[in-house]
């Protein structure tokens, strides 16, 4: 018997453990890197090992969403969190840069729990309450990549690196054990034959409107933008804002941080408001919301400021993600919700790697305020385009 409270709340378990994996080791990548040995282009390195994962997660995690569409959801949690489980316990015992540099592309490989369990949350859940559920399950993710960093600075400084390797390893076997035994799924396949799933023409006549799923993905993808662009260089627009302030390492990270708490405070609030007065309403909204935070920011002077808005940001962040995988179900025949949250992962991790990109550019060529310009000037073209596009789909 399938009991999807039972599946949304083990997925829930499975997403904060994983949020925790991908954050946990992060802080500690260029320490390792110089460990390792590397003397020259210390940065490069860092940022290679960094952005590796989300480059190959993005190109593996479609495929996985296709198997998990063929073969069912569950095989594919079982698989991402065993999978990388191991390939994270083996970076503990890496002693050339070359190897780690490996075992995190091979973690891209192994990725893809997230967009399975929201695939499996999605075809499970009633349709009246699918704005709340998707929005549960999104705190996961935030409040792992929350308290990964934390967890990960207090094991290193109290054992070591290698110890926060293995720590994060025990807690995705944790995750493939409470995926086994708690998680019931009964698939069956939609599809008549492997050639209709492998049959992009065929993919193509099972949504709504290819052009608004087009603009949703576009949008996942740019939300990830605005969210990461200012990541590389956090410390240093801090510091330029109040140059003699102290506890610089805390402060950057807590205004990091600030933005996940607030959007904690209100993700399930305004899935269930979603559900009540409609999904694209509270999209919309919330991207209006974000705009004018952005937009804000370029024009502030002081940390305080900064800081303020950032938390602020959280709020209307809280409703983007799950708003967008609520409409892409909407639109969506469930038998290719593997595939479409695949692509949508996808999108975000593009956006990964496009932010920083993005930030550092924009900060090295004009000044860092300009990088909140240019965000909200994407986020506003964007926001057009997909209220175009769901005008488009509402009135066909």
Known sequence: MVNWKTNLYTCWLGCFFTGIAISMVLPFLPLLVLKLGVQQNETLWSGAVFGITF?????????????????????????????????????????????????????????????????????????????????????????????????????????????????????????????????????????????????????????????????????????QVMNSSINPILLLYIKSLNPGLENLAFISGAISAAPGFSALISAPYLGKLGDRIGIPKVLFMALAFTTVIILMTFFVTDVYQFALLRFLLGFGEGALFPCIQSLLIKNTDSSIYGRIFGYNQSSIYIGNIVGPLIGAYTATLLDFNFIFLIVGILIIANTINLYSQQHKTDTD
Request: net charge positive; glycine share 8%; charged share 10%.
């Open 55 to 223: 480059l190959v997660s993005a190109i593996a995690t479609p495929f996985w969403g296709k198997l998990s569409d063929r073969y069912g959801r569950k095989v594919m949690l079982l698989r991402a969190s065993l999978g990388m489980s191991i390939v994270i316990f083996l970076q503990s015992f890496v002693t050339d840069v070359w190897q780690l540099l490996a075992l995190r592309a091979i973690m891209g490989v192994t990725s893809g729990y997230i967009p399975t369990a929201v695939a499996l949350v999605a075809s499970q859940i009633p349709s009246e309450k699918s704005g709340w559920g998707l929005s549960v399950l999104s705190t996961a993710q935030i409040s792992g990549v929350l308290i990964g960093p934390l967890l990960g600075g207090f094991i290193a400084d109290m054992v070591g690196i290698s110890a926060v390797f293995i720590s994060t390893s025990l807690l995705l076997l944790i995750s493939f054990l409470i995926t086994l035994i708690l998680i019931k799924e009964n698939f069956k396949p939609s599809f008549p034959s492997r050639a209709k799933i492998d049959s992009s023409k065929s993919i193509l006549s099972l949504v709504s409107s290819p052009q608004l799923i087009g603009a949703l993905l576009l949008s996942s993808m740019l939300i």
